[in-house]
């Protein structure tokens, strides 16, 4: 399983980005992706999350109503859509997948870093003037 995140960038407060994340190695279509991100000194923090079996999602409050998860409907890849991006919106994102529980109905299991087993390698988002 190899997940490729990419979309980050550096932007003005109040400015978007649209994160991607492509799935590729599995052929399975139940899983769940989450978005984490990672604050320099912060710990790892859940904060969206699609499921392709069920397709429910997650938001963590500091983004809900700003960000918005979807999947492609042809492929693997699911995308974070950031808006009215704030100064601490700053850090790096992450998507990750899970097959053994692939539903993000459950918050505490949809945010939850040690729940996913495949990482991506990250992609930085700059939010400055």
């Known amino acids: 399983v190899q997940l490729q995140a990419s979309g980050g960038g550096k932007v003005q407060p109040g400015g978007r980005l649209r994160l991607s994340c492509a799935g590729s190695g599995f052929t399975s279509d139940n899983y769940a992706i989450g978005w984490f991100r990672q604050a320099p000194g912060m710990e790892r923090q859940g904060i969206s999350c699609?499921?392709?079996?069920?397709?429910?999602?997650y938001y963590d409050d500091d983004v809900k109503g700003r960000f918005t998860v979807s999947k492609d409907s042809a492929s693997n890849t699911v995308h974070l859509q950031l808006t009215s991006l704030r100064p601490e919106d700053t850090g790096v994102y992450y998507c990750?997948?899970?097959?053994?529980?692939?539903?993000?109905?459950?918050?505490?299991?949809?945010?939850?870093?040690?729940?996913?087993?495949?990482w991506g390698q990250g992609t930085l988002v700059t939010v400055s003037s």
């Open positions: 699609f499921a392709s079996t069920d397709d429910s999602m």
């Open positions: 990750a997948a899970q097959f053994s529980l692939p539903t993000c109905m459950f918050p505490e299991a949809a945010a939850t870093p040690s729940r996913y087993k495949f």
